[in-house]
Every structure is written in C-alpha cells, then in structure tokens.
C-alpha cells in the first residue's frame, strides 16, 4: 500500500469526527435519496465522476443498504466486518470484496486503525 495514498484515507472525515464527538448513527443523507437505504451513486460520484476512492466510514455500525451501483471494498488496514445474508464475514489487510447492486449487507463499527 502506498503510503500516501493510506495517509490519506486513514485521516478523519467530517462524519467521522461527528461520531468520535458523541454521534450515534450513520448520516443517512450523505448517502441515499430515497426512504428505502439505497446508496445513491449521485450522492457518492461528482462532477462526471465514474470512480471514487473514499475510505468506509468508521466508529459506527453501517446499517443494512444495498447500493444502485457496484461497490468494491479493499482492506488497506486492519480489519473490516461485513454481513452478507446473515454470515459474518471478516475482511484483513489484503483481501477485497466485490458486492453487485442487489446485495444487502451491513458494516460493524470499525476502529480508527481499520481502513476500507
């Protein structure tokens, strides 16, 4: 991993240090559009966009979503765990999951050294 590009993602977002503050859930409308959790690739890509690299939000368990867009997760650091049709799933440094739009899952809380 390059250490300038893990430099960066391991810095602490705006929504992450409202967390760290005493925040309790995920910011719902930094990601869906929608009543129903739908990650929103409006909401995710910018400006013409058609890739973003964003590290996963951390401090908090990620509720169950699916995405209208294909999402990669790549664990520069640490640990990340997922859960896929009920069955944790525990991602390490090096491993790399791939989830189609349809694919309901959820995120537990991870620590300030786990990087996704």
């Not at 967390?19 to 559009?33: N, Q």
């Not at 409006?42 to 964003?54: A, T």
């Not at 090096?94 to 786990?114: F, K, P, S, Y």
Request: overall charge negative; glycine content about 8%; aromatic content about 6%.
């Amino acid at each position: 991993m390059d250490s300038r590009l893990l430099a960066v993602l391991e810095q602490i977002t705006e929504e992450e240090q409202r967390l760290l503050d005493g925040g309790r859930d995920v910011e719902k409308e930094r990601y869906i559009s929608g009543q129903e959790f739908i990650v929103d690739r409006e909401k995710m890509l910018h400006n013409g966009e058609m890739i973003v690299i964003r590290p996963h939000t951390r401090f908090v368990d990620f509720p169950l979503h699916r995405h209208d867009f294909i999402e990669m997760m790549y664990v520069c650091k640490g640990s990340i765990t997922h859960i896929i049709n009920g069955e944790e799933i525990v991602m390490e440094a090096g491993d790399l999951l791939v989830l189609n739009q349809h694919t309901r899952h959820a995120i537990r809380a991870a620590g300030r050294e786990d990087i996704g």
